[in-house]
């Protein structure tokens, strides 16, 4: 069984940076999975922020995102990082990230999702 859990989350001030973590457990399965990343606001749709396209290895960023978000992966430790940096309270929001298949803009396949971790961005 898949399981995946998101870490890191918290209450931090504008400007500030946070490194989110996703751990991919599960026997020999990390391999087989990007790994994206969404987002929720309260009373907000869930929107996809940053995905890995399957097929050609690019990152898809969102436009609110791009230039202070970016994500490695590190494939010994079954583990992807979410690095924020310059946060702004308009990044208030729960944080998922999702195994699967992604294609492009984060359209795709959606597997295993953790159960989200919270990041507050006061001002």
């Known amino acids: 069984q898949v399981q995946v859990e998101e870490s890191g989350g918290g209450l931090v001030q504008a400007g500030d940076s946070v490194m989110l973590s996703c751990v991919v457990s599960?026997?020999?399965?990390?391999?087989?999975?990007?790994i994206g990343w969404f987002r929720q606001a309260p009373g907000m749709e869930r929107e996809a922020i940053l995905c890995p396209n399957s097929e050609d290895g690019s990152v898809y960023y969102a436009d609110s995102v791009k230039g202070r978000f970016t994500t490695s992966r590190h494939t010994a430790e079954d583990t992807v990082y979410l690095q924020m940096n310059n946060l702004k309270p308009e990044d208030t929001a729960v944080y998922y990230c999702?195994?699967?298949?992604?294609?492009?803009?984060?359209?795709?396949?959606?597997?295993?999702w953790g159960q989200g971790t919270q990041v507050t961005v006061s001002s």
């Open positions: 999702v195994a699967g298949y992604f294609e492009r803009m984060c359209v795709g396949v959606y597997d295993y």
């Open positions: 599960g026997r020999r399965t990390f391999d087989k999975y990007a």
